[in-house]
């Protein structure tokens, strides 16, 4: 367990937690400042006490007093953190995280004794020794100076240039830390359950202006003509959230309703494009303040456009980053779409600020808490604050986008492990952001608006300042008046929200549901959509709870009815003459019309097309097209369907049915089979295909 030299030490109390020394990938950095005959330490002598990715979970940062000194002419920074660290188990070790920092000092209760730094670089973290015993329950200040030089890419403390009109390259110096680069500005306990309060200092020249998560509450002068913003203490947060810029840019500021001061920087020159952004945000934060029922707890909130940046926003708290095309619109140039896509993100990144920064997962495996949120509240805020910009059809895209992935064995769970910064990046992807929202909107419009709504003000008044697993949100959702409802809804069908909710995050792939009319009654099938169609069987089943919904041409009203195993049926009467599943594609799942029933479909659609919602329409032609690829649909069948389209009056079912039959001519083109390529074009001219039914 421990090493023979180590035994020594362990007669000055040493004791070693939970762990074994790592034999492999370890550095030693001397003390920049050696303590001398102060100290009896040979770090040589000492070997790395942690070898796990996560670290020890009994050093538990509360407070980091954070100073940072950036030079952009240099283009690097020093910096200091002292760290105030409750210490839950004897221990004389403690490990945090950091990433390419070298470090100049270190030290513990005495500020002359200068401890040895021990590195274990493929773990990203560095271990401080202290002679003397850190005991439990104790409070203790962490002391460390380091520096570095400003990265280059998009992550961590980086520079970003830009160039003013009369050519002239000007620098700046911001910020992204999610997930995991933190580490790479400063030394601190970077996993996300790690929340703490953070109050910076920053020190820089007279032309540059400094930003971080709160407002500066006092600039001092230092030597050499230089400044020093002090920021006021944030509240309790994740590292990854915390942010700072240095640049030269200039802002336009408004206030919400309750008094938050909102600002939009950007490059001198872009500052004219800065208005829209503005006005939306002011809108953006009231709503959400309305919605969520829990007010901003900062006082400002900053949106930045920065030249350099990788995703497309980040919500740090207080200070959302920006790449330009992301937050600036001229009014002159821009067009309808540039408009919807800066609402979105300014909506999801400020929905953020509540689902991510006050509520964080857990742990990154997670990550869909934060981001199929996110993506999902920027349909709901879009559509409150600016309905006429549509985002409704936005959503059906997303939602199609998810099934095309979700459909591919390559495909994975919400909620899958990561433990590495690669795994972890890895998450950031189609599956946590659009999936995530797809299941989401099925949830809601599962539960009803309010239910769902009074759910999630819930769960962020409970869990916030800390951090929540999947299981949190279903136990707020599922309380005693949602019970009611359910019970109502579904006359009293037995109803367990993890159980179903699980189904949608604990495993991959997209549910098919193959519907028969049998005189009366309407036969579910459940299997699972996939599109390697001369793939094996599977030798593990997929199972889903599905909230199935339809409507028929009898009554005008939304049916509901649970699906919770892989056969099921319901009484819907004789007299409907055609039923259509999944309504408006509120539902994560395809449905496959059995015998003569995508016959019907294409009849209503022929006949009398206003009969079915824009959004049936589209989802009728998507689920006919993505059965065709899967092997259970003739393509015949599939371009029957479309053949009402020449008086299809909606752009969007338009634009989808005349994809799918550009895609499928593509393919019959190269395969050289005329006869079909002839037949596409009639089928669009309607007339016989209707003789075959
Ligand atoms: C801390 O010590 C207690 C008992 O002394 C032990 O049960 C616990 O596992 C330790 N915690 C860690 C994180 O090592
Ligand atoms: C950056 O370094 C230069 C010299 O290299 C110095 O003149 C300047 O004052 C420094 N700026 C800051 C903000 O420290
Ligand atoms: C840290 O933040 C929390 C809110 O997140 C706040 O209640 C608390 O007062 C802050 N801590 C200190 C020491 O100010
Ligand atoms: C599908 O993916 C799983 C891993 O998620 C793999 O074990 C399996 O072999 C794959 N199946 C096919 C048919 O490729
Ligand atoms: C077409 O459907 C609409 C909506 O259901 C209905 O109001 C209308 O009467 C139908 N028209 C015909 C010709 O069936
Ligand atoms: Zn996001």
């Known amino acids: 367990m421990v090493s023979v030299r180590l035994l020594v030490l362990f007669l000055l109390s040493v004791s070693l937690l939970g762990s074994q020394p790592t034999q492999s990938s370890q550095q030693v950095s001397s003390p920049a400042h050696p303590a001398g005959e102060q100290s009896p330490l040979d770090p040589s002598s000492l070997s790395f006490p942690w070898s796990r990715l996560r670290l020890p979970r009994y050093i538990i940062p509360l407070h980091y007093h954070l100073f940072l000194h950036p030079n952009l002419t240099s283009l690097s920074f020093t910096g200091s953190v002292q760290i105030q660290i409750d210490v839950q188990n004897n221990t004389n070790w403690v490990v945090l995280h950091s990433k390419g920092l070298h470090?100049?000092?270190?030290?513990?209760?005495?500020?002359?004794?200068?401890?040895?730094?021990?590195?274990?670089p493929s773990h990203e973290q560095i271990g401080i020794f202290s002679p003397r015993v850190l005991s439990s329950g104790q409070k203790y200040f962490l002391y460390i100076e380091f520096e570095a030089e400003l990265a280059e890419g998009f992550y961590g403390f980086y520079k970003s240039t830009y160039r003013t009109s009369q050519g002239e390259t000007r620098t700046l110096a911001s910020t992204h830390f999610e997930p995991t680069s933190a580490r790479m500005a400063f030394p601190c306990f970077d996993e996300p359950n790690f929340k703490a309060n953070f109050?910076?200092?920053?020190?820089?020249?007279?032309?540059?202006?400094?930003?971080?998560?709160?407002?500066?509450?006092?600039?001092?002068?230092?030597?050499?003509?230089?400044?020093?913003?002090?920021?006021?203490?944030?509240?309790?947060?994740?590292?990854?959230?915390?942010?700072?810029?240095?640049?030269?840019?200039?802002?336009?500021?408004?206030?919400?309703?309750?008094g938050v001061q909102v600002s939009i920087y950007a490059a001198p020159e872009k500052w004219q494009q800065t208005h829209y952004a503005l006005e939306v945000a002011v809108k953006m934060l009231d709503f959400y303040e309305?919605?969520?029922?829990?007010?901003?707890?900062?006082?400002?909130?900053?949106?930045?456009?920065?030249?350099?940046?990788?995703?497309?926003?980040?919500?740090?708290?207080?200070?959302?980053?920006?790449?330009?095309?992301?937050?600036?619109?001229?009014?002159?140039?821009?067009?309808?779409?540039?408009?919807?896509?800066?609402?979105?993100?300014?909506?999801?990144?400020?929905?953020?600020?509540?689902?991510?920064?006050?509520?964080t997962m857990e742990w990154w495996n997670d990550i869909w808490l934060n981001e199929g949120f996110a993506r999902y509240m920027e349909y709901i805020s879009v559509e409150a604050t600016y309905p006429d910009l549509k985002v409704e059809e936005y959503l059906l895209h997303t939602c199609f986008a998810a099934v095309g992935l979700d459909s591919l064995n390559s495909s994975r769970p919400i909620s899958s492990p990561a433990e590495n910064p690669t795994q972890i990046k890895e998450m950031f992807d189609t599956v946590s952001y659009d999936k995530g929202a797809c299941v989401l909107h099925m949830l809601r419009h599962f539960l009803t608006d309010e239910v769902f709504q009074s759910g999630i003000v819930?769960?962020?008044?409970?869990y916030s300042y800390k951090n929540a697993h999947n299981q949190d949100l279903w136990d707020s959702l599922a309380n005693v008046r949602i019970k009611i409802i359910l019970m109502y809804l579904f006359a009293g069908e037995h109803l367990d929200l993890t159980a179903m909710m699980n189904t949608w995050t604990l495993q991959k792939g997209i549910p098919l549901v193959t519907v028969t009319r049998k005189g009366p009654r309407l036969l579910f099938k459940l299997q699972h959509l996939h599109f390697s169609v001369d793939a094996p069987f599977y030798f593990y089943s997929f199972l889903w709870q599905i909230p199935l919904t339809y409507k028929t041409d009898v009554s005008g009203t939304i049916h509901r009815h649970l699906m919770t195993s892989p056969t099921d049926s319901i009484h819907i009467g004789e007299e409907a003459s055609w039923v259509k599943v999944n309504t408006d594609m509120t539902g994560f799942y395809v449905v496959h019309y059995e015998e003569s029933g995508w016959d019907v479909m294409t009849k209503l659609?022929?006949?009398?097309?206003?009969?079915?919602?824009?959004?049936?329409?589209?989802?009728?032609?998507?689920?006919?097209?993505?059965?065709v690829t899967a092997g259970h649909l003739p393509l015949n069948k599939a371009l029957d369907l479309i053949g009402y389209l020449k008086r299809e009056t909606h752009t969007v079912p338009l634009l989808k049915g005349l994809g799918y039959l550009e895609a499928f001519y593509h393919i019959i083109e190269k395969r050289d089979e005329l006869?079909?390529?002839?037949?596409?074009?009639?089928?669009?001219?309607?007339?016989?295909?209707?003789t075959r039914m």
């Open 103 to 120: 470090i100049s000092k270190a030290t513990i209760l005495d500020q002359n004794l200068v401890l040895p730094v021990l590195h274990n």
């Open 199 to 258: 109050s910076v200092r920053i020190r820089r020249s007279q032309e540059y202006i400094s930003l971080s998560n709160m407002p500066v509450v006092k600039t001092v002068e230092v030597n050499g003509g230089l400044l020093e913003d002090q920021f006021a203490e944030s509240v309790k947060m994740s590292t990854y959230l915390v942010a700072f810029v240095i640049c030269d840019f200039k802002s336009v500021t408004g206030t919400t309703s309750s």
């Open 290 to 359: 309305d919605y969520f029922n829990i007010r901003y707890p900062l006082p400002k909130q900053d949106l930045i456009a920065i030249p350099d940046f990788q995703s497309g926003a980040m919500e740090n708290w207080g200070l959302t980053t920006y790449r330009e095309t992301s937050l600036l619109f001229d009014p002159l140039t821009s067009s309808v779409s540039d408009k919807l896509w800066v609402t979105m993100v300014i909506g999801h990144e400020l929905a953020h600020q509540w689902f991510g920064n006050l509520v």
């Open 458 to 462: 819930r769960y962020l008044r409970k």
């Open 605 to 627: 659609l022929r006949e009398n097309y206003t009969a079915l919602s824009y959004k049936d329409r589209t989802q009728l032609i998507h689920n006919a097209f993505q059965l």
């Open 675 to 690: 006869d079909l390529t002839q037949n596409l074009g009639s089928h669009l001219d309607g007339g016989q295909e209707l």
